[in-house]
Every structure is written in C-alpha cells, then in structure tokens.
C-alpha cells in the first residue's frame, strides 16, 4: 500500500519514544492507524530491518558534542547511554556516529523490564555503572516524561536540553527531595523545580563543598 511521504522535520519531532510509537504515530498521520495488531508487528520488523540497512548514513552530531564528551571524560566522569532505542543498534550506531569509546555502559531499549519513562532503565543504568541512582545526573530532554524518569529513578537532578519542537532553553531540573509519584514530592516537602541552566559558579550551591558541574 502506498503512503504518502511525511517532511523530515514531522518525522524529527517523533523520535524519542521507540520505534514502535514513532511508527503508529508516522501511520496516523498519514491516513492508515494501526488497527491490526498483527499487522503492525510486521510492519516494526520490516521497518528495524529497513533501519538496520540505513543506519548512520544521515546521523549528524549537534555542534560540540564530541569536545563535549572528551571534556566530561577527560575530567573523570563515567558516561553512559540510556535510550528507548532497539538494544541491537545502539552501540553500532554510536560506533559509527564517532562516539563510542566515551561511554562506560549502554542500555538499550531491550534490556530493562520497561522502557523509559518508566525508571527501570535509570536502575539499570546504575548497576551497570556501579553506582547508587543518587549518584546520576543526567542529560536529556525537557520532556514531562523524562522528568518522570528523573524523579522515580531520586536523582539529584538533571541537566536538560530543549526536546525536538520545543524553545532552544536549557533547565536544571531539581530533584532534591525523595519523590511520591511523577513530580510530586512526599507531604510537607518542595515539589522539583525547573530552573535556568546553572553556570559552574552558580552549581557550587547545589553540590557538596568545593563540587562544581556544567556543561560548558
């Protein structure tokens, strides 16, 4: 069945939820929802075999990255990737993106009991780093979701740049108090804030004595 072709910058904004929403979403919009449960299983494999065929051919870095990553590496942090992306193409996509050797664990779509937003995939990620989620900061996307994953998983907090479609603003997302429930603190403590990104002088307030982080 033909289907019409979607813009690029449509198909953009869809990613970021697995392969399998950014799939219904791309058949909604173009007139064919899933209705058939066993025929959209089908169309996911075609559609990771297709993707296997073309991946990283148009993968582009946004300006930084790399000098971004050698810096956190250089100054002793332990980098990892947690992305809702099929476990399988996660460390070849990064091989060929250039940026492999920088992160010291992967988890992938397929490897936590639950994707992201749930929290599974932070705990996993902890483990596999051998450290306490309290010891995570992490860097992703301004999205209610994300926050979700940031507040079950008790972080500290997180550093956050803008999600596709969104204002180019970056927010430290403040988690400093155990969490109930999404956003929602336990009685009687502050709800997480969203604030302007932190300088590194502005962070000392937020770390221990003589602890400083930005992303610079």
Same mark, same amino acid.
């Given at each position: 069945?033909?289907?019409?072709?979607l813009?690029?910058?449509?198909?953009r904004?869809?990613?970021g939820? $697995?392969? %399998?929403?950014? !799939?219904g979403?791309?058949? #909604?919009l173009?007139? =064919?929802?899933? &209705?058939?449960?066993?025929?959209?299983?089908?169309?996911?494999?075609?559609?990771?075999?297709?993707?296997?065929?073309?991946? $990283?051919? %148009?993968t582009? !870095?946004?300006?930084?990255? #790399?000098?971004g990553? =050698?810096r956190? &590496?250089?100054?002793?942090?332990?980098?990892?990737?947690v992305?809702?992306?099929v476990t399988?193409?996660?460390?070849?996509?990064?091989?060929?993106?250039?940026?492999?050797?920088?992160?010291?664990?992967?988890v992938?779509?397929?490897?936590?009991?639950?994707?992201?937003p749930?929290a599974?995939?932070?705990?996993?990620?902890?483990a596999?780093?051998?450290v306490?989620?309290?010891?995570?900061?992490?860097v992703g996307?301004?999205?209610?979701?994300?926050?979700?994953?940031?507040a079950?998983?008790?972080?500290?907090?997180?550093?956050a740049?803008?999600?596709?479609?969104?204002?180019?603003a970056?927010?430290?997302?403040?988690?400093?108090h155990?969490?109930?429930a999404?956003m929602?603190?336990?009685?009687?403590?502050p709800?997480?804030?969203?604030?302007?990104f932190?300088?590194?002088a502005?962070?000392?307030?937020?770390?221990?004595?003589?602890?400083?982080?930005?992303?610079?």
């Open positions: 069945q033909a289907l019409p072709a813009p690029t910058a449509t198909i904004d869809l990613v939820k $697995g392969i %399998e929403h950014l !799939l979403a791309v058949l #909604t173009v007139g =064919a929802p899933v &209705q058939d449960a066993a025929k959209f299983k089908a169309q996911v494999a075609r559609y990771q075999a297709i993707y296997g065929e073309l991946l $990283g051919r %148009e582009v !870095l946004f300006p930084g990255v #790399t000098e990553l =050698a956190l &590496q250089a100054d002793g942090f332990r980098l990892a990737v992305t809702n992306k399988r193409f996660v460390a070849p996509h990064l091989e060929l993106a250039g940026i492999a050797g920088y992160f010291d664990a992967i992938g779509g397929d490897d936590a009991v639950r994707k992201k749930d599974a995939p932070m705990h996993l990620c902890a596999r780093l051998g306490a989620t309290q010891r995570l900061l992490m996307e301004v999205r209610i979701t994300n926050r979700r994953v940031f079950e998983a008790h972080k500290r907090g997180a550093v740049p803008a999600g596709p479609g969104e204002p180019r970056r927010r430290f997302i403040d988690l400093s155990p969490i109930l999404g929602t603190t336990y009685p009687g403590l709800t997480p804030s969203i604030e302007p932190l300088t590194r502005a962070s000392a307030g937020h770390y221990a004595p003589g602890v400083t982080f930005a992303i610079d």
